[in-house]
């Protein structure tokens, strides 16, 4: 009797009709959040609304991370002319499922002289680092948990810290592969996240603003890649370089060559445990991805083109979140791509780049960018 | 209790708790770590104040910048068994007298400090604000301690560049590997 109370209390209509809700997210939020009001106080709202982001991120997190899984093995098998998994359900879509049940069978092994308390907390850092991250990223319009003024800064800052994670997996387990992994990937995430910023940057003097979704707004009229002449241009391909470096992922991948340390910094980890690094370093993959496709392509705003009214109503008509999956499944093919196609570099390679090529060009390219900004050059 | 007090209390639970654990623990990476958790709640702290850059600062430099080089000097220089010894009493009495007036002198200076309440609305601090706050010479502008600040952060990144650079191996010395 209470709760038919409560529901028929709190209930009220949504204020657009429910297929415009796919354009406009707002909407749906809105009503959320005022049906919740009505049905509880501010202080339980708060919390359940909190639940409803976190379970939404978490399930969003963990079919992210089983996709990218799938979509490398067969991207991986189309590069070298075979098929890939295909055996477990329609095309192998369900491998993925498999491989991660197999994971969660699997026997947790305590390692007799690590450090205890620091081996166990790494993954969680590590995964930890990356689900703040993704709280910030716009994903369609009014679809974003929380819209900081300095979104940019915050998911750099957020995601530096995976590599504490890294470092201490490294150094508790014990062992010669995994310590030399993890001073590998420190030192190579510490100098490319400056050139990962400093890109970024470029963006932010272009669009005046930190803020993502003031970002995504400013590209209405065209994407900051095409607004930006050479500059915006030259920042995409270095933030492309940096961020595939960043995540860690080949032909940067020094710090887990299986040739040369086995696996590197998660060499002694197993189960679960495992799948939680390997889970980090897809979603961070993603994550670096959706940050390139916000910044510099526009993020979920449609293909417009200066003042073609007919074609950019045309556009309009297919919803946000798939331009947003659209752009960055594109740029974590190019990711891929790189990863099976390129050869491993040395470390002293991996530095000379970052430090003798990247970070000065780098440099002049946000000088260019504050002068054709402030000379007005831009579209 | 409102959200806001209960965020509040949590926080600086964790931060009282990871402060002294930091100081107490006898593993020095153990102790990299709490001091990681007292920075992270630092900057929860300065998000609840609605301070986002400084709290995105606070993450990026204190967290993600200096805890990651003590954990990589930590990760040169000693091994996984290696643990301290504790200190001897009179060392003990000496910090705890130390920490002790460090103490009074703040919670002194705290209470002395005239806050006063206001009912207005949190002011947003946008990029441009801070930015424009930043060279401005008015009188709340912070030209003066940005400068100083720079050249300080210049005459370092030199000092470290003579540090490291080695000077060039005298040609004669130079042994030659192709050679037969």
Known sequence: MLLDIVINKSVTALSVPWWKVVYDFSALTEWIDKSLHNAMSPFWTTIMELLIIGVLILLFYALVGLFLVYAERKVCAFMQNRLGPNRVGPFGIFQTIADLFKLLFKELVPIKNADGFLFNLAPFIVIIASFMAIAAIPFAKGLQAVDLNIGVLYVIAVSAMGVIGVLLAGWSSNNKYSLIGAMRSGAQIVSYELSVGLALITIVILAGSMQLSVIVEAQRDGWFIFKGHIPAFLAFIIFLISSTAETNRGPFDLAEAESELTAGYHTEYSGIKFAFFFLAEYINMFIVASIAATVFLGGWMPFHVGHWEGFNHIMDFIPPFIWYIGKTFFVIFIMMWFKWTFPRLRIDQLLTLEWKYLLPINLVNVLIMAFIVLMGWHF | ?180
């Open chain 2, 1 to 180: 209790m409102a959200a806001n007090q209960i965020m509040f209390v949590l926080f600086s639970a964790m931060i009282v708790i990871f402060s002294i654990l930091t100081v107490t623990s006898r593993r020095i990476l153990r102790a990299a770590v709490y001091l990681l958790f007292v920075l992270v709640s630092t900057s929860g702290l300065y998000f609840m104040l609605n301070y986002q850059f400084l709290a995105a600062v606070q993450l990026s430099l204190y967290a993600g910048g200096i805890v990651v080089l003590i954990i990589f000097s930590i990760l040169l220089t000693s091994h996984i068994s290696q643990k301290f010894e504790s200190s001897g009493l009179k060392k003990n009495i000496f910090s705890a007298i130390a920490a002790l007036a460090g103490a009074t002198l703040s919670i002194i200076t705290i209470l002395d400090y005239n806050f006063s309440a206001t009912t207005e609305a949190a002011k947003e601090v946008t990029m441009k604000l801070i930015g424009s706050s930043l060279l401005s010479v008015n009188y709340d502008g912070y030209v003066l301690p940005f400068e100083v600040i720079s050249i300080l952060l210049l005459a370092a990144m030199i000092a470290a560049i003579v540090v490291a650079k080695k000077g060039a191996p005298k040609p004669t010395e130079l042994p030659n590997i192709n050679q037969e």
